[in-house]
């Protein structure tokens, strides 16, 4: 009888040793999850600033581009557009009235 007293603390003891095991190995994996994520978002912020880094050297080459002003209210009467639609337009053409109008009613 003794023998089968013995075992069943062991048996027990297995059970909580696994449960443990279970909450442990859990606690471990949402640790990596959290810093796969903190990584994951670290690499999103990086990417935005780069994008937005590029956004701001383009829109300044953009305003160097001279355009004239005759051509900007052309656009914008021929082609109901506002003024800083035309003029961006006319500019990411480098001025070229033609080429615009080409782009624009294609």
């Known amino acids: ?3 089968a007293g013995a075992l069943q603390p062991k048996r027990h003891d297995d059970r909580k040793t696994a449960d443990l095991e279970k909450v442990t190995d859990y606690v471990e994996d949402s640790e990596i999850k959290d810093k796969d994520i903190a990584k994951r978002i670290s690499l999103i912020a990086s990417r935005r600033a780069k994008e937005a880094e590029e956004r701001q050297r383009r829109e300044k080459e953009l305003a160097k581009v001279p355009i004239n002003k005759e051509d900007v209210e052309l656009i914008m009467n021929e082609l109901e557009m506002n003024r800083s639609q035309a003029e961006r337009r ?3 053409h480098n001025g070229d009235l033609i080429a615009t109008l080409i782009t624009l009613t294609n």
Do not use: K, Y
């Open 1 to 3: 009888m003794a023998a």
């Open 90 to 92: 006319l500019r990411e």
